[in-house]
């Protein structure tokens, strides 16, 4: 099954073509149903509440082609599937239920464990300078500490690879470079393969989506001011 909820911005999120994939609607009609809900929220003078629990984005299909979906928190999901009331659809919104909890669940433990981990470390180097005879041996110990957490901080961090809204900011620099530079539908594919060749050639990955986090200002720079060979 599709993943029903994916983390955004360290926020539990689903989107408007995961709603009409699972419970078999078009996506027009979901686009729709949301609208009618923010209309709704808008007149009740709920706008923060719209602005907060519905963000505009886009998708890019498999022809390279960008189209509008939307993202819904939990709250949003819930005024917008009020209305899908078959059995089978009660079904997938206890599904959809059932996952937002997982995922919450997910980022508090991601935080907890970020700050337990913090902690250990601190604690094991006081630890250490208790142990130590001079002062001066403490500060030694301490440093070399501070040192090599600092090392492995920076090897972890030099490991980390996009997320899934880096990856999909990485994909509407590069629809929105080719959509610029052609506008001829039928040269468009071709295009968008020499260019996830180049990123791929760049920075040495065999997928976009394995770009390190850290190269992704680059990536988009490099996108920015790329020119397909043939027009070169």
Known sequence: MTQLVFIENNKAVTDSLTV?????????????????????????????????????????NERG?????INLSEDAFTLVAMSYVTPEAMKMKVKFIQEFKRMREQIENNKVKILDDRQIRIESMR????????????QKVLGHHDRKILELEHKVEEQITLTSGEQRRLQKGIA?????????PDSRPSLFRELHREIKDRFGVASYKDLKKKELQTALRYINSWVPRKAS
């Open 65 to 69: 082609r960008q189209y509008r979906k």
């Open 176 to 184: 929105t470079k080719v959509y610029e530079i052609c506008n001829d």
């Open 20 to 60: 009409a994939d699972v419970f078999k609607k078009s996506h027009d009609k979901v686009i729709r149903d949301i609208e009618v809900q923010i209309e709704k929220l808008n007149l009740a003078n709920e706008k923060e509440f719209s602005l907060s629990n519905f963000g505009e984005s886009t998708y890019t």
């Open 127 to 138: 630890l250490t300078l208790e142990t130590a005879e001079r002062q001066d041996e403490m």
